[in-house]
């Protein structure tokens, strides 16, 4: 069996191109390494071998008549299963979803397939994308492959760790408060949340229609960038896609940074505890060192982002959900009446955590409440966009930590929401705001575990981005 865990996209197409293997080969390794090694993190839900040798074999044929091989020509790709995929279950972490099979391909799905990868599988996830700590999936915690003791973090927990584990050379996730960010900081990976609009929604089962984004995962940073570039631009099948031209990230990254203006934001650096903070630190100065002029800026806001997110956030879960009602795709609760139906469907159907969510996006929007909570929430999500906008007034990205801690052990937090939310309180602004932003693997906590590196750029310039996070990624592989 080849090493599948080894592998990139430039060494698979250069492998490919050589025939030192074969589509095949890569395909039927790739599923059995993901089977064998999917007990100890419960990373798949969903397995598509028929998919993947489908896709395999179209690679082979290009291979063979002297083709040129489109950009991820072979790549095993991993889709949280939140993403659709016509003909292979779609749970989203969820039992109300048990036997869902979509009709229809996500348009990021069909975009990577259309440029070579192969579907492994389907990722597991916290049920319907609610959860920082993947704990929250009906079909049991994803644990970390960096940590088995501890959650790889949520709601794309299961993309990350098959990342991580290697069984898959990229996938795709989706963040809407740092589910991208925060799990690829958990388990030592690069994940990356594009611009609002920069990726086509079509497929993504909406949490948070004006907060959702699909992003890569993959273990450095060129291979992010490439996915990235192949499923970006306007779709019209999405009306918030972006017309904004998709920049050749290859190049663009591959630019020093020196002379580049780097903000460092007062609020997410007072009270960090040295455990993250030192690691950060250490990042910040390798950056200084490669030529970057680092300054300390002020996002003021931030500190309304967590009880903002949480008011805005939930209250679109409660419109999005209410379509699971047992009349249509979903499963059904039969009772004496149609009451009874809705409500015993919707009981068994959802987890705990999605039913607290419906319950308070509910309330804010019910009457008397909307303007006090829903209305002021969207006028301080107002404020804390003009925060970043002034902000990149000054400079030309901005640096700051994923999260307050490492990854937290399996079990640690499930009793106290409110600390579990918290875990996301460095991460909210970006979707609150729409800019790109990412995690880079930047360093081990005392303990041993991986700690990453939020970057923030400008809207639309994840070139900018990319640049940095590549150019702090080669000199800590120097």
């Keep these: 069996m080849m090493d599948v865990a080894g592998l990139t996209i430039s060494s698979i197409r250069a492998g490919l191109k050589a025939k030192k293997f074969s589509a095949k080969e890569i395909a039927t390794d790739a599923l059995a390494f993901a089977h064998s090694e999917n007990p100890k993190t419960n990373a798949y839900l969903t397995f598509a071998p028929e998919r993947a040798l489908q896709a395999a074999a179209k690679i ?4 063979a008549a002297g083709a040129e091989l489109p950009t991820l020509a072979g790549v095993p790709l991993g889709v949280k299963d939140v993403i659709v995929t016509r003909g292979i279950r779609t749970t989203c972490g969820s039992r109300m979803l048990d036997k869902y099979v979509p009709p229809y391909d996500a348009t990021a799905v069909t975009r990577l397939e259309e440029a070579g990868a192969m579907i492994v599988g389907k990722l597991n996830c916290d049920e319907f994308a609610m959860g920082s700590s993947n704990e929250n999936s009906a079909y049991g915690p994803v644990r970390n492959p960096r940590a088995l003791d501890r959650v790889p973090g949520g709601s794309s927990g299961g993309s990350a760790a098959a990342v991580a584990q290697g069984t898959a050379v990229v996938a ?3 963040d809407t408060g740092g589910s991208i960010r925060q799990p690829a900081s958990f388990c030592g990976v690069v994940g990356v949340t594009p611009t609002y609009g920069r990726v086509s929604r079509y497929g993504l089962v909406a949490f948070a229609s004006s907060l959702d984004h699909i992003g890569p995962f993959a273990r450095n940073v060129e291979d ?9 631009g306007r779709d019209q099948m999405d009306s918030t896609s ?5 920049a050749d990230y290859d190049v663009a990254m591959k630019q020093p940074v020196k002379g580049l203006k780097i903000g460092l934001p007062k609020e997410y650096f007072d009270g960090l505890n040295a455990e993250t903070g030192d690691v950060i630190h250490t990042a910040v100065d390798e950056l ?3 030529g970057c002029e680092v300054h300390d800026i002020s996002l003021p806001n931030t500190k309304y982002a967590l009880s903002c997110y949480y008011i805005i956030a939930t209250a679109e879960a409660s419109s999005n959900l209410a379509r699971y009602d047992g009349v249509r795709y979903t499963i059904r609760k039969h009772g004496d009446t149609l009451a009874e139906m809705y409500r015993d469907t919707r009981g068994a159907g959802f987890g705990a955590e999605v039913k607290r969510r419906i319950m308070l ?3 804010v929007l019910s009457a008397g409440y909307y303007d006090a909570f829903y209305r002021k929430a969207q006028q301080v999500r107002t404020l804390i966009a003009k925060d970043f906008s002034e902000a990149f007034k000054q400079v030309d990205a901005i640096l700051a930590p994923v999260s307050p801690f490492p990854a937290f052990k399996i079990g640690e937090k499930m009793d106290d929401p409110l600390a ?4 996301d309180v460095y991460t909210l602004t970006g979707d609150l705001s729409g800019v790109p932003c990412m995690s880079v693997p930047c360093g081990l906590s005392p303990e041993g575990l991986p700690v990453g590196l939020q970057i923030f750029a400008r809207h639309f310039e994840e070139a900018t981005m990319f640049r940095v996070a590549y150019n702090y990624e ?3 592989l120097a």
């Design 172 to 174: 795709l996730g989706s």
């Design 288 to 290: 200084r060192k490669r």
């Design 242 to 246: 972006a017309f904004a031209p998709v």
């Design 361 to 363: 996006g509910t309330y």
């Design 60 to 63: 082979d044929e290009a291979v």
């Design 474 to 476: 080669q000199a800590t």
């Design 420 to 423: 579990m939310y918290l875990s």
């Design 224 to 232: 992010a960038a490439t996915v990235l570039k192949a499923m970006a």
